[in-house]
């Protein structure tokens, strides 16, 4: 459902309506981000209180500098298999400088102006690159519902599942078998309510709901299931530097690493700004203001020896479809995250391993959309699906950064039938009636960024006529942001006369008119 935010040029809201609506919706995601910051920590191959950390970061500090006024950041799972290989391969101490390294290239990137190629990433590799995540967090957190860690690669985990799950005994409950129903309950009471909550409770997030309810079984029935390890004071959390630390970046596999991440975890975060955009109509994000605001937040991880952090879209969409109106909200969000660690730490320690487990295979299963990928069959023919799906493989069955590169090397193929008419000429003008913007060209992932600043430049309120007669082929990346800004442009209520399409291009505006 879209959202209004009247947080808008030139109208005057009251700073106290803006705080009430800002509070409510800074609970409703703190709600939403206790169980998640945990729960992709454990499946990062870290204890529960680095994501934690992550969380207040991105809440309080990412949140005041944000570019995007309704995002809000924190641990994401896009990062949380390529986090535990890291730990695995390289140990806990080389996650500090790695963060360090990845933010800088952020904050360099936007200082740079950068923001803007990242959006030109293909949304099959993108989509491809989580739901190849998804696999792989499902297959590891499958086995923490048991009380038993994930083995080394998607692969094993993947291959053990079966026969950890028919070594149950129902006759002979033991500790596997107690761990494995809290894991089920969890997930049942997670769905139970996102299916049936009355609408007076809609903003009670249930993967809350699920962790309690585990947690209430296990304390209740007092169990004897692994729990959540956290310690007394956050700050015996924040890692100190330790001897060696500015040595690693002489590692080649640190600067790998740290390229790595910046590149995913800027992606990410630029996509997932680019979906909040959809969701309201106020503020629009400054992607290069936001990219710096990332660098910031993950160099500051990277000092506390804590998780990466991402724009994650399951809090920011919470945090709009609560009331949001500013960054406040995140801001405020943080803040409850570390009050509530500082104050209650023994609370935390009675949520049993299994309960956190079950709310990330849920995660996990969430990602591997399907519908997405007919979403791209029916809008845009057999090749993005291929991209998507070899993306999906390639992560699953190598690593994250590799299947990436497959799938940004197959986006190439679509520029094959064009070698000889590459370019995009935009013409602009108008007047204080009417703006005029002329596409004549191929409109290619090479050119996006040219084509979205072009389209973001045109004044709001103002008519646009689009021309797009000129225009001989558009790629997919193109045509799904030229559809998106068309359905964002018309849903503000701007008027946007589209002549001359033909072909891909007359579909997708045909679709963005409704």
């Known amino acids: 459902m879209k959202h209004e935010v009247i947080a808008r040029p030139g109208v005057s809201v009251p700073s106290r309506q803006f705080f009430a609506r800002d509070l409510t919706a800074s609970i ?11 729960g992709i920590a454990v499946a990062s191959g870290v204890s529960p209180e680095k994501g934690l950390i992550t969380g207040i970061i991105g809440g309080i500090v990412v949140g005041m500098l944000a570019g995007s006024p309704l995002q809000v950041s924190g641990p994401a799972a896009g990062l ?31 200082i740079f102006r950068l923001g803007g190629w990242f959006r030109a990433i293909s949304p099959a590799v993108v989509h491809g690159m989580l739901a190849g995540i998804g696999v792989l967090i499902v297959a590891g957190q499958f086995h923490v519902l048991f009380d038993a860690k994930p083995l080394p690669s998607g692969l094993q985990n993947l291959s053990a599942a ?61 169990l004897d299931v692994a729990r959540v390890q956290v310690p007394a004071s956050i700050t015996a959390a924040i890692a ?17 690493a740290a390229l790595a991440i910046a590149f995913i975890a800027s992606a ?23 990219l710096r605001a990332q660098g910031v937040g993950n160099m500051l991880c990277g000092l506390a020896g804590s998780l990466p952090m991402t724009g994650v879209i399951v809090r920011s969409s919470a945090n709009v479809q609560a009331g949001a109106v500013t960054r406040t909200s995140a801001i405020m969000h943080g803040a409850w995250i570390l009050g509530f660690v500082a104050l ?29 990928a007919r979403h791209l069959a029916r809008d845009h023919g057999l090749l993005p699906v291929l991209i998507w799906a070899a993306t999906l493989v390639t992560v699953v069955t190598t690593d994250l950064l ?23 000429r935009v013409v602009e003008g108008g007047d204080t009636e009417r703006h005029a913007i002329a596409l004549n060209g191929t409109a290619t992932f090479l050119t996006l960024p040219k084509l979205s600043d072009t389209l973001d430049r045109a004044p709001a309120g103002t008519p646009v006529a689009l021309d797009v007669s000129g225009l001989h082929a558009a790629d997919h990346t193109s045509a799904e942001m030229l559809r998106d800004w068309l359905q964002r442009r018309r849903q503000a209520g701007g008027s946007v006369d589209v002549t001359g399409a033909r072909g891909r291009i007359a579909t997708l505006t045909a679709a963005a008119a409704h």
């Not at 409703?28 to 945990?38: G, H, Q, R, T």
């Not at 809290?182 to 009670?204: C, D, N, Q, V």
């Not at 990410?268 to 936001?290: F, I, P, Q, W």
């Open 402 to 424: 590799t299947g990436v590169l497959v799938g940004i090397a197959l986006t190439t193929l679509e520029l094959v039938p064009h070698l000889s008419r590459l370019r995009l």
């Open 80 to 110: 949380a298999v390529i986090v535990y290989e890291l730990v695995r391969d390289q140990g806990l101490s080389a996650l500090g400088p790695i963060l360090l390294l990845a933010g800088a290239i952020q904050l360099a990137a936007g």
């Open 28 to 38: 409703v995601v703190f709600l939403v981000a206790m169980p998640l910051c945990m």
């Open 240 to 256: 100190p530097i330790a001897a060696g630390f500015w040595a690693q970046w002489l590692n080649p596999s640190i600067l790998t």
């Open 344 to 372: 209650l730490p023994w609370l935390l320690r009675e949520i049993p391993m299994a309960a956190l487990g079950a709310i990330l295979v849920v995660t996990g299963f969430r990602l591997v959309s399907l519908d997405h």
């Open 162 to 222: 079966p026969a950890r799950l028919f070594g149950l005994s129902p006759f002979n409950l033991q500790a596997t078998e107690i761990a494995f129903g809290i894991g089920l309950a969890t997930i049942a009471a997670m769905l139970a309510w996102e299916k049936f909550r009355p609408a007076s409770l809609r903003l009670l997030p249930g993967a809350l709901v699920g962790v309690l309810t585990g947690t209430l079984l296990a304390v209740a029935l007092g």
């Open 268 to 290: 990410e975060t630029l996509l997932s700004a680019a979906a909040v955009d959809k969701m309201h109509d106020g503020v629009r994000t400054d992607y290069n203001k936001e």
